[in-house]
């Protein structure tokens, strides 16, 4: 009787069954790794703002701490962004004709606020309180990178679960002194591990990994 298939469907009998297993673990690999990507977290993107504000200026140049704008960072769980008012106690003196400002004056004389466009974006799912990171020695680099060496602000972090939970499994690796909070490039000292250790005792800091820490 004569040969149906030739030897060669053998082989690629082989390679489609091969690829019937591979393929779709190869494609669930590819989306997980696209959905930790910058492409999709928008890490490292320097958003546009409705004035070019630049923290690496303010922050940076000027030394303006970041409490200063974001006033409630310490009190609650909205860091809180600054009324326009804010900008104009310099802003009223200092380049107080530049074009670039003419939005700020503009809110200041209709009483319309600024429309500042998010940067860190959290889901409705997801409860988040700036003061207990404050409070507890979380410094705002840790999340918000080096502000004071961004032109643009971007997101410094990628803010999914799983860097979330790096931190919470282990956070006193992560505080540092109540007065370095807001200081941007802080260089530990040496002994930082025993500091560390001290301050976790001191400030109640405790692993936080159930569910119902952040999800509410």
């Known amino acids: 009787m004569a040969q149906v298939f030739p030897r060669s469907a053998n082989a690629l009998a082989r390679v489609t069954l091969l690829g019937a297993i591979i393929g779709p673990i190869g494609a669930l690999g590819v989306l997980w790794v696209l959905a930790r990507s910058p492409y999709v977290t928008g890490q490292g993107t320097p958003i546009d703002q409705p004035i070019p504000f630049s923290h690496k200026h303010h922050v940076g140049d000027d030394g303006i701490a970041c409490e200063y704008c974001h006033t409630t960072v310490a009190t609650s769980a909205f860091a809180g962004m600054p009324a326009t008012e804010t900008c104009m106690n310099c802003h009223a003196q200092v380049w107080s004709q530049s074009d670039t400002l003419a939005p700020v004056r503009l809110s200041a004389q209709t009483g319309q606020p600024l429309v500042w466009q998010r940067v860190y974006a959290l889901p409705d799912y997801v ?90």
């Open 127 to 216: 409860y988040f309180d700036h003061s207990i990171h404050v409070q507890k020695g979380v410094a705002c680099e840790t999340c918000h990178g080096r502000v004071d060496e961004m032109p643009r602000v971007m997101k410094a972090s990628s803010l999914q679960m799983q860097w979330c939970l790096d931190c919470h499994r282990d956070p006193t690796a992560n505080i540092r002194p109540r007065e370095d909070v807001t200081t941007m490039g802080w260089q530990p000292p040496a002994n930082i591990a025993d500091i560390q250790r001290d301050l976790a005792l001191q400030n109640h800091v405790q692993s936080k990994t159930d569910c119902s820490t952040c999800h509410r």
